[in-house]
């Protein structure tokens, strides 16, 4: 008897969870959702987050506020989401390489990927090789052969230990067999202001973060690290084009929420992300900033993280990447 008791109260609980669920998606959302950035202002993972931020808002109808919080390799930002409450209302502008890299970087992180729920992809940028105008190169080709000959002279920025173009670059290095100094930034935008300072000469990373200066003469773009050129730099040739076969490197960003938030609540967000995303505004912002909108649902950006996360370990491995 107690025993069918316990499995009536088990039925009665797991059903009232299902209307209880229903019923916030329903409403959801009916404040404004705070999405976390783990990069400063400036670059991709944040101009992402903006563009889809201000489209978005239209389509809820409340307000998405933006929340940059870079630092700690984008564990400042990981850890606050992880730990947020799983009502949808707190999101997370997750950055590839922090997201399928810093797990086989740092064994003791503060956070797991299993501690997020995938909502939706929402862009992708491949990475364009950017130097200072110092450096005496015209092209890929003459750029490496520099490069050779001067082992350890030239310095590359990061985004952060760990980060695309920290990683992306040990590739580049590894491919060409040259050396150049690693010097790690807390994010784009003061990366680009010593690389623009020819205090760091060299920058692989995505086109939001330099095109504007290339375009203006400031820097020197000598690759597109993709299948095809940048229609935001298309005298840009791709690596392949250049003479380095092989070399592609993808940045993307996607939308996570802390894990359990009710699944009711994921699809709706998501299919509202799609909408966001359909806008002809939110493609203008895009296509102008050099970013490119790509949309997956909650399981396909899933499977993007298992086979993302199994190509970076052993890339981080056979490039000899450890934690600062």
């Given at each position: 008897?107690?025993?069918?008791?316990s499995?009536?109260?088990?039925?009665?609980?797991?059903?009232?969870?299902?209307?209880?669920?229903?019923?916030?998606?329903q409403n959801?959302p009916?404040k404004?959702?705070?999405?976390?950035?783990?990069?400063p202002p400036?670059?991709?993972?944040d101009?992402?987050?903006r563009?889809?931020?201000d489209?978005?808002s239209?389509?809820?109808?409340q307000?998405v506020?933006?929340d940059?919080?870079g630092g700690g390799?984008?564990?400042v930002a990981?850890?606050a989401?992880?730990?947020?409450?799983?009502?949808g209302?707190t999101?997370?502008?997750?950055?590839?390489?922090y997201?399928?890299?810093?797990?086989?970087?740092?064994p003791?992180?503060?956070w797991?990927?299993?501690?997020?729920?995938?909502?939706a992809?929402?862009t992708?940028?491949?990475?364009?090789?950017?130097?200072?105008?110092?450096?005496?190169?015209n092209?890929l080709?003459?750029?490496?052969k520099y490069?050779?000959?001067?082992?350890?002279k030239?310095s590359y920025?990061?985004?952060g230990n760990?980060?695309?173009s920290?990683?992306?670059?040990?590739?580049?290095?590894?491919?060409?067999?040259?050396?150049m100094?690693?010097?790690p930034?807390r994010?784009?935008?003061?990366?680009?202001q010593?690389?623009?300072?020819?205090q760091?000469q060299v920058?692989?990373?995505?086109?939001p973060?330099v095109?504007g200066?290339?375009?203006?003469g400031k820097?020197?773009?000598?690759?597109v690290?993709?299948?095809?050129?940048?229609?935001g730099l298309?005298t840009?040739?791709?690596?392949?084009?250049?003479?380095l076969?092989g070399?592609?490197?993808?940045?993307?960003?996607g939308?996570?929420?802390?894990a359990?938030?009710?699944?009711?609540?994921?699809?709706?967000?998501?299919?509202?992300?799609k909408?966001?995303?359909?806008?002809p505004?939110?493609?203008?912002?895009?296509?102008t900033?050099?970013?490119?909108?790509?949309y997956l649902?909650p399981?396909?950006?899933?499977?993007?993280v298992?086979?993302?996360?199994d190509f970076w370990?052993?890339?981080i491995?056979?490039?000899?990447?450890?934690?600062?």
């Amino acid at each position: 008897m107690k025993q069918q008791l316990s499995v009536r109260v088990s039925i009665v609980g797991a059903a009232l969870s299902l209307v209880a669920s229903f019923a916030l998606a329903q409403n959801y959302p009916n404040k404004p959702i705070s999405l976390i950035v783990p990069n400063p202002p400036g670059g991709f993972v944040d101009a992402s987050a903006r563009i889809l931020s201000d489209s978005l808002s239209k389509i809820i109808g409340q307000t998405v506020v933006v929340d940059n919080r870079g630092g700690g390799s984008g564990n400042v930002a990981y850890q606050a989401v992880a730990r947020a409450n799983p009502d949808g209302y707190t999101l997370l502008s997750s950055y590839s390489a922090y997201h399928v890299g810093n797990p086989n970087l740092t064994p003791k992180l503060p956070w797991a990927q299993k501690d997020f729920t995938a909502v939706a992809l929402i862009t992708v940028a491949t990475n364009v090789i950017a130097v200072h105008p110092s450096v005496p190169a015209n092209n890929l080709s003459d750029f490496i052969k520099y490069v050779k000959v001067n082992p350890g002279k030239l310095s590359y920025a990061s985004q952060g230990n760990g980060s695309l173009s920290h990683i992306g670059t040990e590739m580049f290095k590894q491919q060409t067999k040259t050396s150049m100094v690693h010097i790690p930034y807390r994010g784009s935008g003061p990366a680009v202001q010593d690389v623009l300072a020819g205090q760091v000469q060299v920058f692989i990373t995505t086109p939001p973060s330099v095109m504007g200066h290339v375009q203006a003469g400031k820097l020197k773009a000598f690759a597109v690290a993709g299948k095809t050129r940048h229609p935001g730099l298309p005298t840009v040739p791709t690596a392949s084009e250049a003479g380095l076969k092989g070399f592609e490197l993808e940045a993307w960003v996607g939308i996570f929420a802390p894990a359990g938030t009710p699944q009711d609540v994921v699809t709706k967000l998501s299919g509202q992300i799609k909408t966001a995303l359909d806008l002809p505004e939110t493609k203008t912002r895009a296509g102008t900033a050099g970013i490119e909108l790509r949309y997956l649902v909650p399981a396909d950006l899933d499977a993007l993280v298992k086979s993302e996360t199994d190509f970076w370990a052993k890339t981080i491995k056979s490039s000899g990447i450890t934690a600062d």
